[in-house]
């Protein structure tokens, strides 16, 4: 079974960086995009950070200019770094990939994990 391994943040100071990391779990096909998301407590879930396999990355207005993501498509792991926190980055962080059911394949399912809840302490 599929599954995505998240790893990392919890609690962070306000200022400081959040790292957080995910790697697929059951798949050795190469994933086509993988990255992050967050639930804030107002319930809007907004793109943090996303890299495709061709290396190309995308990130969410909110953060851009702080966040930084670096992966591997054939690894199939990807890590997230949000510089400068704070209180406002508090959120749920969901990772996400899509990951093609075989090699070659050009349609992919959306896998979730279940997400870390990040803390900001001022």
């Known amino acids: 079974q599929v599954q995505l391994v998240e790893s990392g943040g919890g609690l962070v100071r306000a200022g400081e960086s959040l790292t957080l990391s995910c790697a697929v779990s059951?798949?050795?096909?190469?994933?086509?995009?993988m990255g992050w998301y967050r639930e804030r407590p107002e319930g809007l879930r907004e793109l943090v950070a996303v890299m495709k396999n061709d290396g190309s990355k995308k990130f969410g207005e909110v953060v851009e200019g702080r966040v930084f993501i670096s992966g591997d498509s054939a690894k199939n792991a990807v890590s997230m770094q949000l510089d400068s926190v704070t209180p406002e980055d508090a959120a749920l962080y969901t990772c996400?990939?899509?990951?093609?059911?075989?090699?070659?394949?050009?349609?992919?399912?959306?896998?979730w994990g279940q997400g870390i809840q990040v803390t900001v302490s001022s």
């Open positions: 059951g798949s050795t096909v190469p994933f086509n995009a």
């Open positions: 996400n990939a899509e990951i093609p059911p075989f090699a070659g394949a050009t349609w992919w399912n959306d896998r």
